[in-house]
């Protein structure tokens, strides 16, 4: 079975601060993994999709990264903005057509 | 440009009530899924669904039915609503989903008194 794991489960940080969330996942036989977001009392909102066979993905200030084989991603978010504050979610896509989530690394950033 | 819209966005039931979450998409997605979300579990998977006629559980289906006779909708039914469903639902959609992002609708809030 799936797990995703994700550290930390919180994390505040002064605005202007590069930041890294970790993901990790237990079943490397995924098609892909994609990183969303979450605002409270809100749906999610995919920032990146990153393919089984992709190293990273990029959007704006957003940088994902996957090693497929030893089970991790990770997102970057450069130059951090008070807006980016929101709980931040890994999910994997398996083999069977099911993403299964992280719990979420929730956001703070500090003006 | 609707996306994913879920129906009610609030609901109180009484234990034993049963009623029907709405979910409707008007992308043409194939895949579409219903999650629920509760504190400290995080996101878990009832049931989806790859295309209309076609439907499979999650990781939490008991207690929860679906069916998909049209690719817009995607109804999820408690069938005798129980306090341990209170959650907040979400429902998904994507096109092809191996290699393009899931839509979220806003979520349900469920209480179950």
């Known amino acids: 079975k799936q797990e995703v794991t994700q550290i930390p489960a919180a994390l505040s940080v002064p605005e202007g601060e590069n930041l890294v969330l970790n993901c990790s996942f237990t079943?490397?036989?995924?098609?892909?993994l994609q990183w969303f977001r979450q605002d409270p009392g809100k749906g999610l909102t995919s920032l990146l999709l990153?393919?089984?066979?992709?190293r990273e993905q990029t959007s704006g200030r957003l940088n994902a990264s996957l090693d497929k084989s030893s089970g991790r991603s990770t997102l970057y978010i450069a130059a951090s903005q008070p807006g980016d504050s929101a709980t931040y979610l890994c999910?994997?896509?398996?083999?069977?057509?099911?993403?299964?989530f992280g719990k979420g690394t929730r956001l703070h950033i500090l003006p | 440009n609707a996306g994913v819209t879920q129906t009610p966005k609030f609901q109180v039931l009484k234990t034993g009530q049963s009623m029907t979450l709405q979910c409707a998409q008007d992308m043409n997605h194939e895949y579409m899924s219903w999650y629920r979300q509760d504190p400290g579990m995080g996101l878990r998977l009832i049931h989806y669904?790859?295309?209309?006629?076609?439907?499979d559980q999650g990781e939490v289906p008991n207690g929860y039915n679906v069916s998909r006779s049209t690719t817009e909708d995607f109804p999820l039914r408690l069938l005798s609503a129980a306090p341990s469903q209170t959650s907040v639902y979400f429902c998904?959609?994507?096109?092809?989903?191996?290699?393009?992002?899931?839509?979220f609708g806003q979520g349900t809030r469920l209480t179950v008194v």
């Open positions: 990153i393919q089984s066979s992709q």
């Open positions: 999910a994997p896509l398996e083999g069977d057509d099911k993403i299964i």
């Open positions: 998904a959609s994507s096109s092809f989903q191996r290699y393009t992002e899931a839509f």
């Open positions: 079943d490397s036989a995924i098609y892909n």
């Open positions: 669904s790859v295309g209309a006629g076609i439907t």
